[in-house]
């Protein structure tokens, strides 16, 4: 069984994966580069004398050049290390992602508490295929995963953002479903004890002068067509 085998839960499975750009070991590596750079001009500084001040001061900057040496490659291979462990899934539940080597950092962000998903692609980025992502729960900024130097970062968002959709809708109506209609009740037909009540209440009216003679004979034809 694999890392990623362990980290998933019942019933959850990958559906895209993506790592850290071939960028990301270059990037993290700028102050190493300065720090062997700096022992190449220690090494042209230093002289060929072993005696006196001279010889103490070259003595001093082999160290230093051997020490900015030693470390800058040493701070190059961790970070290569580190870029070729990087992993970040996205899986129908959750996207979770492990990144770092001596600081091993491990995050975990259900889809149905993702706020607000954020790429930034910069200008070299546009032409190797990299971005940073920023993904936002609804914590707040204390919740918000970072994601540097990401490979395929648009299409790792897309899927983000269409498997937030798919979990936020499970068990919900599609958004277009009508609900059933109710069907509307029958009227049961009046009997004839309410048609002759009907009848007897518009000839009062008729003979009070409310309505007309044409007007009651119109609607005891109406009431009298019902039996």
């Known amino acids: 069984m694999t890392d990623l ?7 959850e499975t990958v559906v895209r994966t993506t790592s850290k750009h071939w960028i990301a070991p270059l990037g993290d590596s700028k102050w190493a580069i300065l720090m062997i750079v700096g022992a190449l001009i220690a090494a042209w500084l230093q002289g060929d004398s072993t005696s006196g001040v001279t010889g103490f001061f070259n003595r001093g900057l082999e160290l230093v050049r051997l020490a900015l ?13 580190a870029w070729r462990t990087a992993e970040y ?13 001596v600081r091993r950092r491990q995050t975990d962000t259900l889809l149905t508490s993702i706020a ?16 940073h992502i920023r993904i936002a729960s609804a914590s707040g900024d204390a919740g918000a995963d970072n994601f540097t130097n990401v490979r395929d970062v648009e299409p790792f968002k897309r899927e983000i953002l269409e498997q937030k959709a798919g979990a936020g809708t ?9 609900p059933a209609a109710t069907p509307t009740p029958i ?6 004890a309410d048609i002759t009540a009907t009848l007897g209440e518009l000839a009062r009216l008729r003979d009070a002068g409310a309505i ?10 109406e009431l009298l067509a019902r039996l």
């Open 170 to 178: 499970l068990g919900e109506p599609a958004a277009d479903a009508q």
């Open 69 to 81: 040496f030693l470390g800058g490659i040493a701070w190059i291979v961790y970070n290569i290390v």
């Open 187 to 192: 009227p049961a037909p009046p009997s004839s």
């Open 5 to 11: 085998d362990e980290r998933l839960i019942s019933g």
């Open 89 to 101: 899934h996205v899986t129908n539940r959750r996207v979770f992602g492990t990144d770092g080597l």
């Open 212 to 221: 007309t003679a044409a007007e009651y004979e119109a609607k005891k034809t």
């Open 116 to 131: 607000d998903v954020k790429t930034v692609i910069p200008w070299l980025g546009r032409m190797l295929g990299f971005g």
